[in-house]
């Protein structure tokens, strides 16, 4: 592949997990993913099983923006 080819193409981001004031954020690049209080396990449960599901097809394409 040459550079011409990605050119226009955005950089990949990167997914994080964000932590204040009791509250979780979980981001790709800009885009906020998930949004849940500390203490919510079953939530947080939830949004790791999502981005794991996610992981396996269209989550990384999704990322990258």
Same mark, same amino acid.
């Given at each position: 592949m040459i550079q011409a080819e990605l050119e226009g193409m955005p950089e990949p981001s990167v997914l994080r997990a964000h932590a204040s004031?009791? %509250? =979780?954020?979980?981001?790709?690049g800009r885009t906020?993913?998930? +949004?849940y209080e500390?203490?919510?396990t079953g939530?947080?449960?939830?949004? %790791? =099983?999502a981005l794991t599901?996610?992981?396996g097809g269209s989550m +990384?394409?999704?990322c990258s923006s």
């Open positions: 004031d009791g %509250v =979780v954020l979980v981001t790709c906020l993913l998930y +949004r500390a203490g919510d939530i947080r449960n939830l949004a %790791v =099983v599901d996610a992981a +990384r394409s999704r």
